[in-house]
Nanobody
Framework: QVQLVESGGGSVQAGGSLRLACAAS????????MGWFRQAPGKEREGVAT???????DYADSVKGRFTVSRDNAENTVYLQMNSLKPDDTAMYYC???????????????????????WGQGTQVTVSS
């Protein structure tokens, strides 16, 4: 069983930054596709960013150029650096793993969330104007 634990959420003003972390059990973060998703109240969960086993990253159009996903294999942790935050970024952010697959589907795919089989509990990000 894979366990994922997110941290780093909080409240910031527009234009600020936050860094989310996702600590994974076993060697999940280093071996498999990892994704970040978010869900705002009343909205569907949407893909934000992905990083595959080979370090290839991909982003939703709404965060491209502002968010950066990275991975520390030694710590088995995936990060999401979020800069230039906007009120529209307010959501619960989730980390997910796509086991046992090394590559990731596009986070822009409407069905992306169904490709992941392990999820963290989420961390809240609130951006005020």
């Amino acid at each position: 069983q894979v366990q994922l634990v997110e941290s780093g959420g909080g409240s910031v003003q527009a234009g600020g930054s936050l860094r989310l972390a996702c600590a994974a059990s076993k060697s999940t973060a280093a071996r498999y596709c990892m994704g970040w998703f978010r869900q705002a109240p009343g909205k569907e969960r949407e893909g934000v960013a992905t990083i595959d086993r080979y370090g290839t990253t991909d982003y939703a159009d709404s965060v491209k150029g502002r968010f950066t996903v990275s991975r520390d294999n030694a710590e088995n942790t995936v990060y999401l650096q979020m800069n230039s935050l906007k009120p529209d970024d307010t959501a619960m952010y989730y980390c997910a793993a796509r086991v046992p697959f090394a590559t990731c589907p596009s986070p822009r795919s409407l069905s992306a969330r169904s490709d992941y089989n392990f999820w963290g509990q989420g961390t809240q990000v609130t951006v005020s104007s």
